[in-house]
């Protein structure tokens, strides 16, 4: 009987298992960390969290459907989350699956097929296929910068408390939404906060209406442009226009890169509690220049610069890499179905877990399938066009944007896979 490895214990591990063992596949899990959760478990050596962290999705739109989560809260911290984790491996006995504390050190084809699987504290083992589900938000984006700062440089993966931040001077560069939550922090405990963008943003209100944002016209999505058209009018109604604030005016449109679930940022611009600067131009010391010709004094640089995904443990040419992600049929499958598969390599406003257990059904549906019906799904994979998953959304062209789709897009060509594969 076949046998398969999940790497990663987080939410796209635990959906993966959860989907695989449902059809009856066999698998061994592996999580370098204790316990699972994987990002969400602050007390994980690799997670990025911080103490403040919440969920930017409501939890309706992002909890397992088959397992809610037993809390009412709208916006759930990650203490909440990492006991839902817990709950969700022991109600469906996923626990026992994996291997703790075995960190993954390296895959390698096997002469007969399937891959070899070298893991800390074990002998190599060979199974039939690995699910790679080893999260998108580890590896830190770490740019450079010209010339060198005196000052301490720390990138917000190693940020976990308010109080790393007392009395300091602060500059904060880029503004994601770990960038903006930090902020929010970082105005009740620094000497004074400086925020560096390159970019203009979309600030999303969490509630509108008395409810959680993303819950409105659910069910009914509206085309790209008419989304855009009204979401852009109903934005400047509730939060009025960044740019007014500091921020430079967006050269695309909403949707097209992922907008910023946090709108407290700007109520502190309206205080003055902090500041936006132009992009950095280079660091002097502890003097940071930037190219608007302005300066500022710093004892701390803070890097809200993203991640860079990172599958350390098998060669490149096996992902079939395009620039900065995999190339992958529905971020899942390699075009060479070499017995490799992806879990959690999406992103997209509101997919939420539900969307990655979508992921796993569709995957354990073709590893159970027969060898009739799984050519097949192979040769539709690789003898035609694959589904657009953009929702008509013309995504910046940006690193951290190779992996992104349209939630229901994407959704819809997964469900569409899947009733195939099921006949």
Known sequence: MKRYAVIGAGPSGLAAARALQQRGIRIDGYEASSGVGGLWDIDNPRSTMYESAHLISSRTTTEFSEFPMRSEVDYPGHRVL??????????FAL??????????????PHHDGG??????????????GVILANGTLAEPNVPAFAGSFSGEIMHTSAYKRAQQLTGRR???IGAGNSGCDIAVDAVHHAASVDMSVRRGYYFVPRYLLGRPSDTLNQGRPLPARIKQFVDTRVLRAFTGDPVRFGFPKPDYRIYESHPIVNTLILNHLGQGDLRIR??????????????????????LVLLATGYTLDYPFVDREHLHWRKASPNLFLNVFPPSFNGLYVMGMIEASGIGWQGRFEQARLLAAYLAAD???ASAFRARVTGRPWPDTTGGYR?????RMSYYVNKDAYRTALRAELRTLEG
């Open 82 to 91: 990492k006991r839902y984790f817990d709950a969700y491996a022991d109600e």
């Open 95 to 108: 626990r026992e699956l994996f291997r703790f504390d075995t960190r993954v050190t390296g895959l390698h």
């Open 115 to 128: 891959w070899m699987l070298h893991a800390e504290g074990q002998d190599a083992r060979r199974y039939d």
């Open 170 to 172: 602060v500059l904060i």
């Open 278 to 299: 132009a992009d950095v131009d280079r660091f002097d010391g502890r003097t940071v220049h930037f190219r608007d010709g302005s300066s500022g004094d710093y004892d």
């Open 371 to 373: 060898e009739q019906t």
């Open 395 to 399: 995504y910046l062209g940006l690193d």
